[in-house]
């Protein structure tokens, strides 16, 4: 009998797993997106659109964004609210996580952008913590004059 429930359970958490994955960006709209670099901490992406590209249903995780080539895009989200981003060249700032939205050139040239997406950072309280000292480093420190 725990089979029974085990099997639909364990396939509903696929699909739920499935759907997270496929609003990654990169994967969405690979046309679009390019991974300039890519480590424990961070995933620096390039998102390029060409007047009237639209890229798929996707999300974003905070990170810091750069506009490298203006433009006009629209933003419709999942809730069906729109809006229209006239990105500056050399803009800059902190983009909170995302839900799920497309992206899509209006205006009349390539636009270009940066984000740089936060995956797992050490905490600067922990990375920060002095040392802590001992018999052994108290020797081994220079003496003061």
């Known amino acids: 009998m ?3 429930f085990a099997i639909p359970v364990l396939g ?4 739920v797993a499935a759907v997270c994955f496929a609003q990654d960006a990169v994967k969405v709209a690979p046309d679009h997106y390019k991974i300039l670099k890519e480590n424990a901490y961070v995933r620096v992406i390039q998102n390029t659109l060409a007047p009237g590209d639209k890229d798929a249903t996707h999300t974003h995780p905070s990170g810091w964004y750069y506009v490298t080539k203006p433009g006009s895009m629209k933003v419709v ?9 006239e990105a500056k060249e ?6 909170q996580t995302e839900g799920q939205h497309t992206s899509e050139n209006v205006g009349k040239t390539t636009m270009s952008w940066v984000l740089v997406e936060v995956k ?3 905490s ?5 913590k002095p040392a802590a000292v001992t ?3 108290a020797k081994a420190a220079p003496k003061k004059k």
């Open 120 to 122: 797992n950072a050490p």
């Open 12 to 15: 509903s958490l696929l699909m």
């Open 2 to 4: 725990k089979l029974k």
């Open 90 to 95: 050399g803009e800059g700032g902190w983009l």
């Open 77 to 85: 989200h999942a809730d069906g609210k729109s809006e229209i981003w």
């Open 124 to 128: 600067t309280a922990n990375a920060m």
């Open 135 to 137: 018999k052994e480093t």
